[in-house]
């Protein structure tokens, strides 16, 4: 294995739209603006060596007390609210700016168009909970949920909840290692964080994770509901990493699989990207021997560049499985202006198929380069590298995250029977310093790849819009919910936009919805905002979007809160 440096979204409606999309042509007349990607073309397949499956057995199972009855944390002996700890410290490539070079799937407007007011908005965790729990903050609170039939769940660095439909919430905050207390890896009883939540709407299961950071030995630790009350007991299990630490962990539900892919680091100088399986069908059944087969990425087997700083992997949405035998798709990102030698700006599709029989067979393969318009995704921080977005009333900035070369949770999948589409984002340096969100849909036709439609939402209003999740209704609607924030008068808040099915390509048309707005800075001896945020769609309707994101309510030392929103966009019922 080679070696690398460490890298430290009736009528009158109808009328209203038809007026707006006059207006919208008629601007974008005005505009350079590439409403629809340019012609995708797939490269020629970047020079890759064979990748060997590793298969491997669960280090370690039991079944978990119910959440519900989880005994209330221990009053922590010392308070410190001016401790914050760092959770998973980031590390990559410190990049500088090489300047603007221009956007080619720029949105610069809002359409006049009031995008429907959320059906309900309520408050999630806090960081206010962590110093009750532990005693002091963290940094960043990473907040992640999904939504059940009759159930949401939060996860946030170091605590989770659960919530009635409501908002109402039925239990916690609870700290995270205490969903595996009495585990036979202690390192999962850790307040460890990096926490992901999926609902597996094809198994009514709901999947709970977090990763270890101990070492020497690191884990990643999976909690598999019993049913699909998530206030219910679990099914625990310990995957070994090895002596790579398995940072930033992402999962998805497939149709035999759970997938995971994480960002190592090896005990010296290796980095590479992990692609894992996880046995499925042994997990819901509760079955202790449930196994795992593992692709390791590194210089020596893929350029660089293909993997970046992460992969995304896909995330079923709806009840329309994919064909029998379909491989599960793993997408990245990559910037030609970025740290790592790519040749265009584009996205690197991977394809991992398994066989879970009594002798197990993976593959996993580099499917296609797909060019994408262009973009750029180093922006010009100062005076560090995540020193970059600015607040109104203090001189701390915030940290974009657009210079890491990957997609942002999630890459949703949806099964349309003529197609299957796969919507992600990243953000972006939109207009000169101005963040915005790049969006983008691909296709899997018989088997072929496509960008179907991109754009870079990126109103011309001042306002920095970043750290975004997507999705897409049963009728192909989409949602993109994101950060907002100026150095002025907007305050770190929640806001979302949407597009409907049969709308001009490239744009989002239905103007701009507010969760929470803020009214407060963050003050923090980091800058790092949270690493992501969760748009997911409700398996009672297959039309609701739920999004959970941070937002400031005072200026105060790392006092983030989260809100939780739901809302619908127009003709899905």
Sequence with gaps: MKTLRRFSKHRLFSQARIMAAVLLILTAAAMIFIAASPPAVAQPAARTQPLTPKFSTAVAFDVSPAVRDLPPAARPLVFDPNKIVEVRPERGPEVQSKGYSGDGALQTFSSSLAIPAPLLTFEGLANADNLALYGFRVAPPDPVGDVGPNHYVEMINLVFAVYDKQGNRLTGP??????????????????????????????DRWLLTQFTTRGPIFYNCVAISQTGDPTGAYFRYAFS????????????????????????????????????????????????????????????????????????????????????GASAVIVGTMDDGGPYGAPFDGLNVFTLSVKWQANPVASFNLATQLPVASFDSIFP?????????????????????SYRQRPTWRLAYRNFGTYEALVTNQSVEALPAVAG??????????????????????????VHRWMGSIAQDKRGNMALGYSVVNGIDVYPGVRYT????????????LGEGTIINGSGSQLTTSSRWG???????????????????????????????????????????
């Design 437 to 462: 969100v790049r969006w983008y849909e691909i296709r899997r036709t018989g088997g072929s790849y496509s960008v179907y439609q991109q754009g870079t939402y990126a109103p011309n209003d001042g």
């Design 531 to 573: 690493d992501y945020t969760s748009m997911n769609i409700d398996p009672t309707d297959d039309c609701t979007f739920w999004y959970v994101n941070e937002y400031y309510q005072i200026t105060e030392l790392a006092a983030f809160q989260t809100r939780i929103g739901s809302f619908k966009l127009p003709g899905c019922q």
């Design 241 to 324: 990493a090895g002596e790579f630490f398995p940072d930033y962990p992402k999962y998805g539900v497939w149709t035999n699989s759970y997938l995971l892919t994480s960002r190592d680091f090896g005990p010296t100088t290796e980095y590479g990207i992990s692609v894992y399986a996880l046995e499925k069908n042994k997990m819901i059944n509760g079955e202790p021997n449930a196994r795992a087969v593992h692709f390791f990425l590194d210089s020596a087997v893929v350029p660089i560049y293909l993997i970046g700083d992460g992969l995304l992997p896909a995330d079923i949405d709806g009840t329309r499985r994919p064909i029998n």
């Design 498 to 509: 949407g597009r409907l099915n049969g709308d001009p390509l490239g744009q989002m048309t």
């Design 381 to 401: 921080c100062s005076p560090q590298s995540r020193n970059c977005i600015p607040q109104p009333g203090t001189t701390v900035k915030l940290d974009i995250l």
């Design 174 to 203: 609870t700290k995270l290692g205490d969903l595996w207390a009495g585990f036979a890896i202690p390192d999962c009883t850790d307040p460890s964080g990096d926490p992901v939540v999926v609902y597996d709407q094809l198994e």
